[in-house]
């Protein structure tokens, strides 16, 4: 199993660009989540989604949106990069119980915004 | 609204000594807490939770907390530190609304 991935490692934009971070899971996953990591700030929870076709906002959601069209992808959009959206993006998958499940994470996203 | 900190952000321990990460959390009702590690370059991993049940719980590579309702901590520890323990640890906490929340982190250091 290769668990949780992320696609891709690594990204340069220009501000107003727009990109897709994908996440793909192969453990059968109910929810997924994406979070961004910054210096000092720990990680902050973007959207998430508790199933196939659902999502929901985080704690720091303007700016992205999501998608879940498939149960075992969760891609992040951002619509018109700006340099505070310049951060470690890591996505996440757990299973049926929510809360209490354990977190399973990709290896992360770095995104640079000039 | 649920909230949890790390009140060191940089932790030193000689290596063989005992380790202790500090972690205290705010929630209404009973939490659920967990610890994840973080290495360089790479993703969190699961280290621990407490979900119910006994005060003690042990996890992956030696580690272990104590749930203390009383002092609402959930401290991480290890009776003796290894160099390849040193990363960044979060503590988190959930109760309830399927999201964790998570501490600023601790960078603990273990010199050899």
């Known amino acids: 199993n290769a668990g949780v991935t992320q696609t891709p490692k690594f990204r340069v934009l220009k501000t107003g660009q727009s990109m897709t971070l994908l996440c793909a899971q192969d453990?059968?996953?109910?929810?997924m989540y994406w979070y961004r990591q910054d210096p000092g700030m720990g990680l902050r929870l973007i959207h998430y989604?508790?199933?196939?076709?659902?999502?929901a906002k985080g704690e720091v959601p303007d700016g992205y949106n999501v998608s879940r069209l498939k149960k075992q992808n969760f891609l992040l959009g951002l619509e018109s990069a700006a340099p505070s959206q310049t951060s470690v993006y890591f996505c996440?998958?757990?299973?049926?119980?929510?809360?209490?499940?354990?977190?399973?994470f990709g290896p992360g996203t770095r995104l640079t915004v000039l | 609204a649920q909230s949890v900190a790390q009140p060191e952000d940089q932790v030193n321990v000689a290596e063989g000594n005992p380790l202790t990460v500090k972690c205290t959390y705010s929630v209404s009702g009973n939490p659920y807490l967990f610890w994840y590690v973080q290495y360089p370059n790479r993703g969190l991993q699961f280290l621990l939770k407490?979900?119910?049940?006994?005060?003690l719980v042990k996890g992956s590579y030696g580690f272990e907390a104590e749930f203390n309702k009383s002092q609402t901590s959930f401290h991480l520890k290890k009776p003796s530190a290894l160099v390849s323990d040193s990363a960044l640890y979060f503590c988190a906490v959930e109760r309830g609304n399927e999201k964790l929340t998570f501490g600023t982190g601790t960078r603990l250091t273990i010199i050899p």
């Open positions: 989604s508790v199933g196939e076709g659902t999502t």
């Open positions: 996440a998958s757990s299973g049926p119980n929510g809360g209490t499940d354990t977190q399973y």
């Open positions: 407490y979900i119910t049940g006994d005060n």
């Open positions: 453990m059968n996953h109910e929810y």
